[in-house]
């Protein structure tokens, strides 16, 4: 509040002291005439109306820096607050679901534009409305000096002149932000497009490929679409009622001018009392200029706090309760009972009445071809989704309300689009479970998560070991590999078992690997996780039959379930897919050895 004080009398002060220099300026014009009939004798009272002048424009340049300076302060902190609730609201409390729709992602990408820099913040818009403050004093304080000069009828003219051509300008302004809102589709489009040629993830393959023509010539075209579009309508909403509000503001100048001359031409104006009307009308007069201190951050700024506070309304679901506020935490087996589930309102059902016990201390496979359901179990073993129908529950408990979190701290996965971080090796592995161990104990987990995971000698080949940033792009960074990057994922998982998650999922994090490289994968992480309860997310039949128990899911239930031998002497659906699978491997190796015989 101290801030807020000080920018508030800063911008009075600011709008003031240029009626100070008005006054000072007009009051040695008064005395001048006098000064020059009496032989310099005067003098003096115009050089006390001139320092009067001079000591308000200096004072004026004095505390502008300052203004700056504590608006930006003021910015700063609205902006830090709205960031924060933006990351928990996106990343922790938005249910998934929500996330994926279009106008939630448009915005989303309007309010991260806005913290980029790219438009106006909600800081800025604060920081542009107490601005104003110094505007609308000067206004008040240059219509006090008309309404003195001129008469009361010429006050309420210049004001409300200066009103209405100002309810011009932030009129139109409005409705060209209207119109850019509009637009946000295109944006994305367009920043995708710019992301897309000139960003590392994708040079290989538009280099190889000869893709940058294509990428430049619709980019080209995308813009001109969206610019046409803009300028269209810029045009339609900026022309005429600029036409018209700048009539009215010409004829309401006229109108005071018409007085000011009528009283001149009387002799009812004094010398002084002319030099104050004549400055003191051109300032109302100015009122519908475009003020850069203020009307697009408050504009911008104010659209991108709607759009945060329409995007946290679209994402929001009921308050949950506070954590631990519900009996016991959820632990132990895990249990889908009857659970059914479809995406949006009137999807395809992808879980029909699913049953499926997750026993604690035991490693569970699930397999099944693409659509089965795999993943979308996963998204409600973690939370990440709600049943719409049947429940979920761990150890007899269901972890919904204040009890989801807790739940969700039990768990470390790795899923197939697993997150390469661009930190240092140490930071990905903590990331698993941030904030639960600290100083040498959280040291020693991760070593012995990064020696579990079998990444030894990736963390031993980095420049700086743990403390190398795992990105190219940064001074003294080092990228990695597919495979190294698993063994890393894997590490953060570990790590997160040594902080205390019980169940640990796989989401088929190496279905771009060779069948060789992730048997091999599987089963170091089998052996690395023995008795503890884990999850194994699979469409290659083949890499899981070392799990306790395997569990076949067509379309959206559990077809058959056993271990790998049981469900091969069943003769049933696994032993089908098994022995397809197993004739296709072999055959690519046949062609594989073939190719090797004869170079």
Known sequence: MPTVTLTVLFNAALGLLPLGFVYGTSLALDRLPDALGAEGAGWNGVAEAFALALGAFVLQQVLAPFQKVLSELIARRVDGYCVRRLMARSV????????????????????????DRVTSTPGDAV???LSLLARYAQLAGAVALVG????????????????????????????????????ADNRRELAYLRTAASGPAMAKEIRVLGLIGWFVRRHDAESRAYLDR????????LFWPFVGFTLAGLAGGAGVFLILAGAAGEGRLSLLGLALAVQAVLIPMRFGVYFPESDTQTQFGVQAYHSMLEFEQLVSGPAAPPEGGEGPEPTGTVRFEQVDFHYGEAGRPVLRGLDLEIPAG??????????????????????????????????????????????????????QDYVRYELTARDNIVLGAPGRLHGAEAAAAVERAVDRAGARE???????????????????????????????????????????????IL??????????????????????????????????????????????????????????????????????LFHLQARRFADRAEDDTLLEATG
């Open 230 to 237: 803009l300028w269209e309508g810029r045009r339609r909403i």
């Open 458 to 504: 990736v963390v031993d080949a980095l420049p700086d070991g743990l403390d190398t940033v795992l990105s190219g792009q940064y001074e003294g960074g080092q990228d990695l590999s597919g495979g190294q990057w698993q063994r890393l994922a894997l590490a953060r998982a570990l790590y997160a078992v040594e902080a205390g998650a019980e169940l640990l």
């Open 127 to 129: 920081a542009g409305t």
């Open 92 to 115: 922790t409390e938005a249910p998934l679901a929500a996330l994926e729709e279009q106008r939630t992602l448009n915005l989303l990408s309007d309010t991260r534009t806005a913290f």
């Open 362 to 415: 035991t490693s569970t496979a699930v397999v099944g071809f693409n659509g089965a359901g795999k993943t979308t179990l996963v998204k409600l073993l973690t939370g990440l989704y709600t049943p719409v129908g049947g429940r979920i529950t761990v150890g007899g408990v269901e972890p919904t309300g204040g009890r989801r979190k807790a739940w969700q701290r039990r768990i470390a996965a790795i899923f």
């Open 148 to 183: 003195l000069a001129l008469g009361p009828v010429a006050g309420l003219l210049a004001g409300v002149t200066a009103l209405v051509i100002r309810f011009g300008q932030r009129g139109s302004l409005g409705r060209f932000a209207g119109l850019w809102k509009g637009l």
């Open 507 to 576: 989401d088929e994090p190496t279905a771009q690997l060779d069948v060789r490289a992730e048997v091999d994968f599987f089963d170091r992480f089998l052996t690395t996780t023995a008795g503890l309860t884990s999850v194994i997310i699979s469409h290659r039949f083949s890499t899981v039959r070392r799990a306790d128990r395997i569990v076949v899911l067509e379309d959206g239930r559990v077809a058959e379930q056993g271990s790998h031998d049981e469900l091969l002497a069943a003769g049933g659906r696994y032993a089908e």
